[in-house]
T-cell receptor, first 110, second 111 residues
Framework: QKEVEQNSGPLSVPEGAIASLNCTYSDRGSQSFFWYRQYSGKSPELIMSIYSNGDKEDGRFTAQLNKASQYVSLLIRDSQPSDSATYLCAVNSRYSTLTFGKGTMLLVSP | ETGVTQTPRHLVMGMTNKKSLKCEQHLGHNAMYWYKQSAKKPLELMFVYNFKEQTENNSVPSRFSPECPNSSHLFLHLHTLQPEDSALYLC??????????FGPGTRLTVL
């Protein structure tokens, strides 16, 4: 059974701080890794994709991948109250399918 | 707006009703998906279609019946559902880089 594990949170950070979200996965053959943001009552929105070891930056977001440790993380710099949402980690398990974690709830307080 | 639309956005149905959910993508993708999202559970993959052919059925009960007439449209036909089927049903389409883009979802309530 392919698994993706995330701490359910909530992770509480003050406005302007760095939020660090973590995810581990069990399938060593996984090649594609994604972070989705989901606001309450809304559908998931893709915010980051990462395919190789190291860091990938996009604006205030940085995704980090370590395949040897089977670990992927998302850093959000200068966190804003509008970043408050549930963040889903997704990992490809077979070519055309993704396995999702349960998500980490992030709360950014003004 | 992701380029994936779903209708209806909300649906209330009795256990004896038959209804259909519709998904349309305007992104030119060739793969489409149905997911179920229940409270406090991870997204559950239901069906996958590649080039109109079903390539994945994740042990979904037969009361859910998918249909994919072309690469842009996907339906989920519902009949004799149970209250535990109440959930958010999400459609997604996929790029060649394995990125999936979701529609807004249909919030289904089964009475």
């Amino acid at each position: 059974q392919k698994e993706v594990e995330q701490n359910s949170g909530p992770l509480s950070v003050p406005e302007g701080a760095i939020a660090s979200l973590n995810c581990t996965y069990s399938d060593r053959g996984s090649q594609s890794f994604f972070w989705y943001r989901q606001y309450s009552g809304k559908s998931p929105e893709l915010i980051m994709s990462i395919y190789s070891n190291g860091d990938k930056e996009d604006g205030r977001f940085t995704a980090q991948l370590n395949k040897a440790s089977q670990y992927v993380s998302l850093l959000i710099r200068d966190s804003q109250p509008s970043d408050s949402a549930t963040y889903l980690c997704a990992v490809n398990s077979r070519y055309s399918t993704l396995t999702f974690g349960k998500g980490t709830m992030l709360l950014v307080s003004p | 707006e992701t380029g994936v639309t779903q209708t209806p956005r909300h649906l209330v149905m009795g256990m004896t009703n038959k209804k259909s959910l519709k998904c349309e993508q305007h992104l030119g993708h060739n793969a489409m998906y149905w997911y179920k999202q229940s409270a406090k559970k991870p997204l559950e993959l239901m069906f996958v279609y590649n080039f109109k052919e079903q390539t994945e059925n994740n042990s979904v009960p037969s009361r859910f019946s998918p249909e994919c007439p072309n690469s842009s449209h996907l339906f989920l036909h519902l009949h004799t559902l149970q209250p535990e089927d109440s959930a958010l049903y999400l459609c997604a389409s996929r790029t060649g880089a394995n990125e999936q883009f979701f529609g807004p979802g249909t919030r289904l309530t089964v009475l």
